[in-house]
């Protein structure tokens, strides 16, 4: 079937009508939408586009059809009904959502194996963890739920674990296991962020494509991709919709937003800011995308502000929030030790992979900037950052007047979650 759909350009703004263009376009190539299960992001993509076109898929399949809309939020924390109504609007009832919980209600499909992990990722895990089967598991209702149609929803853009977010990642991932998400996200973190953010073709990327070439292409699952852009006025900008059921797709969609998602710099910044907004970022575990995507804007011994005015913990869940308290981002060598010698950090690799992340490696300071009643300073410091009060750091640096970019001795990002920034030379092809 391959692609569907495919509208848009680094110009192109792609208005309603399109938008509906293409739900038509996947409902039509679904064919039996009697019984359909939709899977859009979370509420940590409010930009995506996601929840308009979730409504309007429901709204197209119409009020005859059983429609359940799942949200990929891997290990994100379950969404409450006010946050539901603001993502997809009002429309979806609220007994129509199902919540995935990404260490029960799974089915394992199958296993990618090690060795063709190794081959993928030049064998970085080879000698630290030889056996490195990564389990394909996804949620039981994709497989025992008796649908006809399964619809995944999402933004394609860069990201640090598999280079660009959103494809065959928004099921294996979103909607995936503890142990498809512990092993992904490790083998991205060892083998490295840089080397993977703003690219198509990674090690993660290939062993998502291994799962759904010989375990998930049975579900006939369509994707529908979109690529946004924030504008310089504030606006988010739907550049392109991809529909499809296999890469090819998901290929358009990411050399689009390649072009419209990096920002790349001549010369490394000394100071970088970077403005995590309250209603969309409460723990380091999703801010700290602050540090995945400027750190390679960041010049060696400069310094990255993160202003965080929500954020009152480190991770989605307290087991998470307790080993990133216990191990602190204390870099690579350090992490890799420490998952090596405890065994509740190497049973959640995922919080290891984060853990590597979010630490500068040395190379730069990261200076967080959270409400003292939220997040204590002492609380910031024993993790490796450094500590700011939010409230004097947004009288310096206030969001709603800056424009972004240079701003005489800083540079400001206010949405880094939607884009990547780098030095040219450090993004090499």
């Not at 359940?68 to 994100?76: N, Q, R, S």
């Not at 929803?153 to 979103?174: D, I, R, T, W, Y």
């Not at 981002?329 to 690799?349: F, I, V």
């Amino acid at each position: 079937m391959t692609v569907i759909f495919a509208e848009g350009g680094p110009e192109r703004v792609l208005g309603p009508d399109a938008k509906q263009a293409a739900v038509r376009a996947a409902i039509q190539a679904a064919g039996d939408c009697s019984r359909t299960l939709i899977l859009p992001p979370d509420g940590t993509r409010p930009h995506s586009d996601a929840g308009f076109l979730t409504d309007a898929l429901c709204r197209q399949i119409g009020p005859e059809a059983t429609v359940h809309v799942m949200p990929a939020l891997g290990t994100h924390c379950a969404m409450t009904r006010p946050e539901l109504v603001a993502m997809f609007g009002d429309g979806i009832p609220a007994e129509a959502f199902r919540e995935h919980r990404w260490r029960e209600d799974l089915t394992r499909l199958g296993t990618v194996p090690a060795e063709l992990v190794h081959a993928v990722s030049e064998g970085v895990l080879r000698d630290y963890m030889p056996d490195y089967d990564v389990p394909v598991e996804v949620n039981r209702r994709l497989v025992e739920g008796g649908y006809t149609a399964i619809l995944s929803v999402g933004q394609v853009l860069p990201h640090e674990v598999a280079g660009m977010a959103n494809g065959f990642k928004n099921v294996l991932v979103g909607t995936g296991g503890q142990e498809t998400i512990n092993r992904t996200h490790f083998l991205g973190a060892v083998y490295g962020m840089e080397r993977m953010m703003g690219r198509a073709e990674t090690p993660v990327r290939a062993v998502l494509n291994h799962a759904h070439e010989r375990h998930l292409a049975g579900l006939g699952i369509l994707y529908i991709m979109t690529v946004m852009e924030a504008a310089d006025d504030g606006r988010v900008l739907t550049r392109g919709i991809y529909v499809g059921d296999d890469e090819e797709a998901f290929r358009l969609a990411a050399a689009l937003s390649r072009r419209v998602n990096v920002t790349l710099l001549g010369e490394p910044r000394d100071r970088v800011v970077a403005y995590m907004a309250p209603d969309e970022f409460r723990t380091t575990w999703l801010a700290n995308k602050a540090i995945y995507r400027t750190r390679m804007a960041i010049a060696d011994g400069g310094e990255l502000t993160v202003l965080a005015p929500g954020v009152r913990g480190f991770g989605e869940d307290p087991k998470i929030d307790r080993l990133i308290r216990r191990y602190g981002y204390r870099g690579t060598p350090a992490t890799l030790k420490a998952a090596a010698e405890n065994d509740d950090l190497r049973a959640n690799l995922a919080a290891a992979a984060h853990l590597i992340h979010g630490s500068s490696e040395g190379r730069f300071r990261v200076v967080y900037a959270t409400d003292p009643d939220r997040l204590s300073p002492d609380e910031v410091r024993r993790t490796g950052f450094e500590w700011r009060d939010v409230a004097e750091a947004l009288r310096q640096y206030p969001p709603d007047r800056l424009p972004g970019g240079d701003n005489g001795d800083f540079y400001f990002v206010r949405r880094p979650a939607l884009g990547l920034w780098a030095v040219r030379d450090r993004f090499d092809d």
